[in-house]
Nanobody
Framework: HVQLVESGGGSVQAGGSLRLSCVVS????????MGWLRQVPGKQREDVAA???????WYGDSVKGRFTISRDNAKNTLNLQMNSLKPEDTAVYYC???????????WGQGTQVTVS
């Protein structure tokens, strides 16, 4: 049984920062490739960032230079440091694991990020 639990969402003013975290439990293979996605109601899900031994780190164009993905394998934790936040970053952010960018199999419950 795979479980992903996000934390760290909230409200922040434009230009501010937030740090999201995701703890993953279950089969170890699922954490080989992990990432973050976001969704705004009425819009398609958008891949934000991903990390894997195969490709290192990947970022969507809209967050490059502002967001940083990292992982702590000892704690089975995935992080997303979000700086210089913009109102258009407002969304529900989901932690995802396995298989790769655009092909995620496992999701967390999501955490709301609101930038005003």
């Amino acid at each position: 049984h795979v479980q992903l639990v996000e934390s760290g969402g909230g409200s922040v003013q434009a230009g501010g920062s937030l740090r999201l975290s995701c703890v993953v439990s279950g089969d170890s293979y699922v954490s080989v490739c992990m990432g973050w996605l976001r969704q705004v109601p009425g819009k398609q899900r958008e891949d934000v960032a991903a990390i894997s031994p195969a490709f290192g780190s990947w970022y969507g164009d809209s967050v490059k230079g502002r967001f940083t993905i990292s992982r702590d394998n000892a704690k089975n934790t995935l992080n997303l440091q979000m700086n210089s936040l913009k109102p258009e970053d407002t969304a529900v952010y989901y932690c995802a694991a396995w298989l790769s960018v655009g092909y995620w199999v496992y999701w967390g419950q999501g955490t709301q990020v609101t930038v005003s």
